[in-house]
């Protein structure tokens, strides 16, 4: 059984790496200017047509904004679409309203949005759709009346409860913890957290670990730096800095590898594998941490976005094909927000002993 978990596992990180090779180039072109970038249509009907699918993303510098842009745009390159990848300048909701604005004179057929507040979108993104423009989430959802469907990346019970664990487990039991989170509206963050908080207190085990503060370094590196250093001064008890963002844990790691401080302060969250790989060593920062493959989390927005397109309404029990990532079927929300989703899957743990092999895929 062990064997043939491995030879899947082995296969699955082929093809993951081979699409992201395929994928390369064309983040190569996507990624050289921020604001906005398109990628060639093919041959299609849908392409014909010229219908355009539009990714707007939390904001501009996040790397794993850069991984999720690139498989929402082979996506849409598979199906025929022509791809625009947005990126905003701040994670904030003005500069996505600007963004769900001018997409709308564009007249794109769908947009997909990683959402930097719940509720801010939703007199833009009904404008958008009047104009007949399908609107989903991804990765941070709106609220439920804001999008067709969202796409998940996994349980966001699950998250909350391998995030406490995780905690529990790093600090021995006992003792401080504080959150390093991104903004303080970002649904995502924000829904992993309220989880976090409810196991803590609903769950004994965990009555004499205690979250001293929850930080935001608003996914800004500078501004994740600092606020490191501000929770590490204010609470010098720190054993865990658990940070749900991949700009937040690397920020983090830096902090507490420059101070000194491994083995006293240890770090965990959602990392990217190729930003974390340098404080994932045996006397590294950060013995280990989650997180999803970005790039299918765009994928599958491409696809969700598609059948939008093609006459799907984001209702449970909503089927569709997703390319590589096969038939994949509109659920009711694992947040409980009362909306629908489309999930990618379960979080996945890296560890010292698998870093180095995804570090190289994303
Ligand atoms: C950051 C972003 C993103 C989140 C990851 C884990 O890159 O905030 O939305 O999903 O971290």
């Known amino acids: 059984m062990k064997k043939i978990l491995s030879v899947t596992l082995l296969i699955a990180m082929m093809l993951t790496l081979l699409a992201g090779c395929s994928s390369a180039a064309t983040t190569a072109a996507t990624t050289a200017a921020a604001g906005e970038t398109t990628a060639a249509a093919a041959t299609t009907a849908a392409a014909a047509k010229g219908a355009s699918y539009a990714l707007i993303v939390k904001n501009t510098g996040n790397p794993y904004n850069e991984k999720e842009a690139e498989g929402y745009v082979k996506a849409v390159e598979e199906f025929g679409g022509t791809a625009i990848v947005k990126r905003p300048a701040n994670p904030t909701a003005e500069d996505q309203i600007a963004m769900i604005n001018e997409l709308v004179s564009q007249k794109v057929a769908a947009i997909a949005i990683a959402a930097n507040d719940v509720d801010a979108l939703q007199p833009a993104i009904e404008k958008a759709a009047a104009a007949g423009i399908k609107v989903i989430s991804l990765d941070s959802a709106t609220n439920p009346a804001s999008r067709l469907t969202h796409v998940q990346q996994a349980d966001p019970v699950a998250i909350g409860k391998v995030l406490v664990e995780a905690a529990f487990d790093m600090a021995g039991g006992s003792g401080e913890f504080a959150i390093l989170s991104a903004t303080s509206t970002a649904t995502n963050q924000n829904t992993w957290i309220a989880n976090m908080e409810k196991l803590l207190k609903e769950d004994a085990k965990y009555k004499d670990l205690k979250l001293v503060k929850t930080a935001y370094g608003d996914d800004l590196r500078d501004k994740s730096v600092s ?19 991949t700009v937040g844990i690397a920020a983090a790691a830096k ?3 420059d101070k000194g401080l491994i083995g006293k302060v240890k770090v965990t969250g959602l990392g990217l594998p190729s930003e974390m790989a340098a404080y994932m060593t045996a006397t590294g920062a950060c013995p280990y941490m989650f997180l999803w493959n970005p790039i299918d989390i765009g994928y599958l927005a491409g696809y969700t976005a598609k059948a939008m397109v093609d006459g799907a309404t984001g209702k449970v029990g909503d089927k ?15 947040s409980g927000d009362g909306g629908t989703e489309v999930v990618l899957g379960d979080p996945f743990k890296f560890d010292t002993a698998n870093i180095g092999e995804w570090s190289k895929v994303y």
């Open 227 to 245: 606020e490191t250093e501000a929770l590490l001064q204010t609470y010098p008890n720190l054993k865990v800095i658990v940070a749900p963002t």
């Open 255 to 257: 902090v507490v590898t």
């Open 320 to 334: 569709f094909e997703a390319g590589k990532l096969g038939a994949k079927e509109v659920v009711t929300a694992t």
